[in-house]
């Protein structure tokens, strides 16, 4: 595609449950990123792959969160047992191989209640 | 570890009046440094970035940032300010070698005044 898609935009959740956020990159690229962004703060990183591989994993913030990259292209995102402190913007974003600048998508807001 | 200051949280400034956003940086080694811009509702979008070279840089919508390397500063800057560039922009650094991971700043409001 053009440009990096993350679906869906928008995802409520009731405390406890479980969900994915997916993230579609900009075809060919082979580095891929998660961030999280909670209100008035700036991008926190997740989650870096590169290829399948998770090359750095340190910003998840506890084994709640999960992400995979099973074929070096989509990648989700996967919280168990919500807490309403996950609330926040996930931001996705992907880069070429030697590239320097990453190229956002527009987000999932996730809303747990 | 690496990190990004913004001592601004917000920025006023006359529309056709010069603007700079100022950004300092920690990190080892050198830096790639980039700005990034986010509208309402709308992911990340790429301004510029330093990567080596001429210490001014050009980037989209007129915007320029400066490199100061002993200040270990990226001030965003742009001649004359336009109603359109009010948006929340951010700083961000990562290391040349080693992880690839982005570090961001807070993020600054820039308000252009009509």
């Known amino acids: 595609g053009a440009g990096v898609s993350q679906t869906p935009s928008n995802k409520v959740t009731e405390k406890g449950k479980y969900v994915e956020l997916r993230c579609d990159p900009i075809?060919?690229?082979?580095?891929l990123y998660w961030y999280r962004q909670s209100l008035g703060q700036g991008p926190e990183f997740l989650i870096y792959?590169?290829?399948?591989?998770?090359?750095?994993d340190s910003g998840l913030p506890n084994d709640r969160f999960f992400a995979v990259r099973p074929e070096g292209s989509v990648s989700t995102l996967k919280i168990q047992r919500t807490e309403r402190g996950d609330s926040a913007v996930y931001l996705c974003?992907?880069?070429?191989?030697?590239?320097?600048?990453?190229?956002f998508g527009q987000g999932t807001r996730l809303t747990v209640v | 570890a690496q990190s990004v200051a913004q001592p601004e949280d917000q920025v006023n400034v006359a529309e056709g009046n010069p603007l700079t956003v100022k950004c300092t940086y920690s990190?080892?080694?050198?830096?790639?440094l980039f700005w990034y811009v986010q509208y309402p509702n709308r992911g990340l979008q790429f301004l510029l970035k330093?990567?080596?070279?001429?210490?001014l840089v050009k980037g989209s919508y007129g915007f320029e940032a400066e490199f100061n390397k002993s200040q270990t500063s990226f001030h965003l800057k742009k001649p004359s300010a336009l109603v359109s560039d009010s948006a929340l922009y951010f700083c961000?650094?990562?290391?040349?070698?080693?992880?690839?991971?982005?570090?961001f700043g807070t993020g600054t409001r820039l308000t252009i005044i009509p």
């Open positions: 974003a992907s880069s070429k191989e030697g590239g320097t600048e990453a190229f």
């Open positions: 075809s060919g690229h082979t580095a």
């Open positions: 792959f590169q290829g399948t591989g998770a090359a750095d």
């Open positions: 990190v080892s080694g050198n830096p790639y």
């Open positions: 330093y990567i080596t070279g001429d210490n």
């Open positions: 961000a650094v990562r290391a040349v070698f080693g992880n690839e991971k982005l570090t």
